[in-house]
């Protein structure tokens, strides 16, 4: 595997599941972003995390429960989501937080709330 | 706060042709960086481009070049030669020495037509 994996590509859930996304990352990078794409709104940034510690959680609701084992790899714990919740996330990753440098993507993962 | 805004939604061309995608957007930083990414519609993002704001000179990578009027807070994407695999979404984004956050605008659909 080469890049910023993620898995599931498609997730369906109720609204009172508890699913993981995951996200891989085989580049080396130090730091890890979550993003959420919705239809017709730009990419909103979640969390970001840098050395496995979280650096930034951009006021996203306690629902969305992230995790960051090693530099390595990321999941995103979803619990009691809402329709509205539903959109493509994303998975990123880069050199390092702090600095600019280009943001690798993942595919993402597609996720419908029912 | 800092802003990105792209004002087509939707843009289409003839292979072959030229075409340039429009991105403005607002802080008050004076050392920040621009980047245009391409979604595909297998939803891999990618960079495009990069540029640095203290940098006078145009970016440019083969068919991509960028019209960066600093003064005027613009940041165009001209695409040359277009091509069938050009076809994606194009987001323009912005960032600053501050955690590596990526502020994206809306995104533009773009269709290269045989």
């Known amino acids: 595997e080469t890049g910023v994996t993620q898995t599931p590509r498609h997730l369906v859930m109720g609204m009172t599941n508890k699913k993981s996304l995951k996200c891989e990352q085989h580049l080396g990078h130090n730091a890890m972003y979550w993003y959420k794409q919705s239809a017709k709104k730009p990419l909103e940034l979640m969390f970001v995390?840098?050395?496995?510690?979280?650096?930034e959680n951009n006021s996203v609701p306690s629902r969305f429960s992230p995790e960051c084992p090693n530099s390595s790899h990321l999941f995103l714990h979803l619990h009691t989501l809402q329709p509205e919740d539903s959109a493509l996330y994303l998975c990123?990753?880069?050199?390092?937080?702090?600095?600019?440098?280009?943001?690798?993507f993942g595919p993402g993962t597609r996720l419908t709330v029912t | 706060a800092q802003t990105v805004t792209q004002s087509q939604p939707e843009m289409s061309v003839q292979e072959a042709e030229t075409v340039t995608l429009s991105c403005t957007y607002d802080t008050s930083e004076n050392n920040y960086y621009l980047f245009w990414y391409k979604q595909p519609p297998s939803r891999q993002m990618i960079l495009v481009i990069r540029q640095e704001a203290y940098k006078q000179q145009n970016a440019t990578e083969n068919r991509f070049s960028v019209n960066f009027q600093k003064a005027a807070k613009s940041f165009s994407l001209k695409i040359s030669d277009s091509q069938l695999g050009d076809t994606a979404m194009y987001f323009c984004?912005?960032?600053?020495?501050?955690?590596?956050?990526?502020?994206f605008g809306q995104g533009t659909e773009l269709s290269v037509k045989p």
């Open positions: 990123a990753s880069s050199q390092d937080w702090q600095i600019p440098y280009e943001q690798y």
């Open positions: 984004a912005f960032s600053y020495n501050q955690g590596g956050k990526l502020i």
């Open positions: 995390y840098n050395f496995k510690e979280q650096t």
